[in-house]
RNA sequence: CGGGGUGUAGCUCAGCCUGGUAGAGUGCUUCGUUCGGGACGAAGAGGCCCGCAGUUCAAAUCUGCGCACCCCGACCA
């Protein structure tokens, strides 16, 4: 096997993952967000790829494939045309007709279900493909991160309920542990927000790492755990107190709630907080108590929005809001979405919508009314655990793996229906579950490395076996390695062998990089001492055996791993 | 899309400030010595200095405009 070795990353290469991947071989930049794939790393992507099918084909799922090349009317009919925006790659066609590069397949996959879901004896049906997907990224990034074209096994399940969703969706569940398991990567199972798939849960597997992309908040004590994105948090109760008269008062300078909380010696829940936002092109004024912020995505979600940013400061003024000082008493011409925490706490301090002044005992339902009362509010490191008494905590992680309960969404939209036991026509209630194959890659190296290279799980490793020789124009030398070789093809074990004429020094880096998890030494030396060198990749452990048991010891040295 | 950075040999980089026609290490080829943790010596090949336009007798170096790549943020099933 041609393979090359290298002994400096590129200086862009930042994650241990993207180094390696680099230094030992597997694979060559193209563009920003594209990769070659050499030979000896092609062969990890197909082990790991293997354990997927495998686990998905033991949950019951039965593989398809979809084209990669989407006519745009389907992106058009589900409405995620305008969703995906930018991230879509759109092409057209010599008749110009429009077509998109397929960022995910809920579409068409829909429409392959739809042609053979018919009644409700046709289910439950998961179906799953491991194919291309291609996402215009505005910062692709992290080596086999966060890639433009990457490969991703997409599973669908259709379901004749809800009730019946929940197997399918357990199924996936565990299909999804022992996969993570089997390649070596820690993963824990947090709720997540769904983003522009859509759907009512979802969870995340995580896999925890400092040079993750994603903030997860968990609790040490009940082991709740989600995405920040999504995560909740127990709100300091409201002060309680009577209803009093509204009242101005002059803040001269005060534009922060901590401006407030010195300036009127009040705690930073007794005052009310403004955000300005745009979501969809339209005006939107949020109110949530002062001591917590406002989680965006939960916004957004909440107004069913596609878009949402922070109002620009033109609009701001075009809308009479008096930033610093901005309340909803008395506010005309936007809607105005609400925390609960800004509705239960009485007499608060808002903003009195004039320059350098603020009303002290605001409340809701007198003062102001919120057309929209929702949960949005950010839980931030530190805040209070929504299911306990204790309190969240921080962690990075990496995205391995996504499972949602889509419900009907697509089934509605692109018309998957059944006749049910009664005879009525119903949408299939969809599951979907996703896993990236080279991030998955990635993080097997970001969870199993050294400071000498990759230590490869034996379930992904690219060879079971890497047979270093030493001095090899030595007839016993020639005479082992002959042995070894028909001894390991006995066992079914793949070997490389390093017979190339370099210094032993340079094999043995080599093969530290490389990570292939067990090597064996076949040199003068070692014969002198009866046999051959066995070592372990991970543990270093090493040990002489008889070259007639090298195969035996291989096969058992590999088991352990 | 905002902020920051980088483009010079296959790779990692120096040279740029102060303009004078290209360097190191490593990798590659050949020869010899070496042979258990990235050996040593010798000889060689290898560059449109990201592109375009200026300034200048002269541009890798100065100026302007692009492009590409990386990092942070926004964004992202």
Redesign the pocket.
Known sequence: MLH????????????PS?QLLI?AGLIQ?L????YCFTPFGWRVFRRIENIIREEMDRSGAQEVHLPALHPIELWKQSGRDQ?????LFRLTDRRERGFALG??HEEVISYLASRTVQSYRDMPITLYQIQT?F?D???????L??LRE?T?K?AYSFDASWEALDTSYDAAFEAYERIFSRAGVPVMPVAA??????GKD?QEFIFISDNG??EILICGRCGYAANS?KADLRKPPPIASDPRPIEKVPTPGATAISDLVEMLGVEAKQTAKAVFNVADGKPVFVVIRGDLDVN??KL?NVLKA????AMDESTVISAGLVAGSASAVGLRGMKVIADPSAVEGANLVAGANEPDAHFLNVNHGRDWTADLVADIALARPGDGCPECDSTLESRRGM?M??V?KLGTTYSESMGVEFVDVDGSRKPAVMG?Y???VERLLAAVIEANHDE??ICWPAEVAPFDVHV?V??Q?EDAVAESLSALESSLSDFGLNALIDDR?????????????MGIPV?L???????G?GG??I?DRTT?D?DIVPVKEAGTRARDLLAQH
């Open positions: 090359k070795t290298f002994r400096e990353a590129p200086a862009e290469a930042d994650l993207h230094r930049a563009a920003a967000g594209l969703l995906m925006g930018l991230t960022p995910t997907k996402r990224e505005t910062r692709p990034r992290g080596g991160i966060r990457f991703m997409d927000d769904s983003g522009a798939i859509g979802s992309e994603d994105e965006e995505v957004k596609n878009e949402l940013e995205e793996g996504h949602f979907c996703g896993i990236g000498d290279g270093v030493l001095n124009d004429d370099e210094s032993p020094g340079v094999k043995f880096k080599d093969a530290d990089l090597r030494t076949v040199s003068p030396r070692a014969l001492k051959l060198e070592r270093r090493q």
